[in-house]
């Protein structure tokens, strides 16, 4: 038998929820994801990180905007106290130490950014182990909250 076909009202709806479906990021289901919180972070030559303490959330990813104000190159890496240690033993070994998923490494007068998901409670370090610097007290305190 001939059905119909739809009235055009409801066609359009139908497009439409059909391209919400489709859309990139597949915004659907999921919670209210408007991407990572953006984090600012000045470095100098005083050795120090501005601010020098941050808070985060167990899980959450922050976007880390990291600006060098000095003429001096350096560096916000995260880590526990244990992978501190290690940065500052490759850096003395002579290695360079690698932009990768620990933080980046930024030349004066320049800004990087990167993301940096915290995964479980508990308190870490962003050091800069340019020689010396960590030593000086170039290091900031990050306590993840659960
Ligand atoms: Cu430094």
Do not use: W
């Not at 409801?10 to 919670?31: D, E, N």
């Not at 290091?139 to 993840?144: F, K, L, M, P, S």
């Amino acid at each position: 038998m001939l059905s119909r076909p739809p009235s055009r009202p409801l066609l359009v709806i139908s497009i439409a929820v059909a391209l919400a479906a489709c859309a990139p990021g597949g915004g659907g289901a999921s919670p209210s994801v408007e991407g990572p919180r953006s984090v600012q972070v000045q470095m100098t030559d005083d050795l120090r990180f501005a601010p020098a303490t941050y808070t985060v959330q167990a899980g959450e990813t922050v976007r880390f905007e990291v600006k060098n104000a000095g003429q001096a190159v350096h560096e916000f890496l995260i880590g526990d106290v244990a992978a501190q240690d290690a940065f500052e033993m490759q850096m003395s070994g002579g290695g360079m130490t690698e932009d990768g998923d620990a933080g980046v490494s930024v030349e004066p007068g320049q800004t990087e950014t990167f993301e940096y998901t915290f995964a479980g409670a508990g308190e870490l370090l962003a050091g800069c182990h340019q020689p010396g610097h960590y030593a000086g007290g170039m290091v900031a305190t990050i306590t993840v909250e659960s």
